[in-house]
């Protein structure tokens, strides 16, 4: 799977994300965002540095990858951008979808099974329940409560 692949699951043309106009941006529908190295774009093995999700990727992209609002990995994605220069060479698509988690879902799984990890961006990700067993908790048997002493 790689940015040219993606055309055929319905994204959108990838756009540099530096040039981006607003009115190209998907407003108030849910959908799944990439993010790609545009310098190497069709490689072979991926030039996907990340899959993500937004019920709004126009406040996603510009409020979040761009302005630094958001959790954990969107502030991550945000300084690799900003600080590390990444801005100039990435090139962002999407894909609407009524159902965003479930979209990204199946391709970060598809992804994985085709290149044995997660893309890049998205690697500190945490197995899902569905794509490893989790061990079975085992409790501490509780100590039994004193008999009362009768009347």
Known sequence: ?????????????????KELPFSRLP?????VLVLADSTLTGKPASD??????SKKPAKRILGGYLAGYGGKTTRK?????LNDGYIGKI??????????KAAQQELLESFK?????????????????TS???????SKPKP????KPAP
């Open 1 to 17: 799977m790689n940015s040219l692949t993606l055309k055929e699951k319905g994204f959108a043309e990838f756009v540099s994300l």
């Open 27 to 31: 407003l108030d529908k849910g959908g």
């Open 48 to 53: 996907i540095l990340y899959i993500g999700k």
């Open 77 to 81: 994605i945000s300084s690799k951008l």
């Open 91 to 100: 090139a962002v698509s999407w894909m609407l979808t009524d159902n965003p």
């Open 113 to 129: 099974k085709e290149h044995g990890e997660y893309p890049a961006w998205n690697a500190s990700r945490k197995p899902s329940a």
């Open 132 to 138: 490893q067993p989790s061990a079975t908790k085992v």
């Open 144 to 147: 039994a409560k004193p008999a």
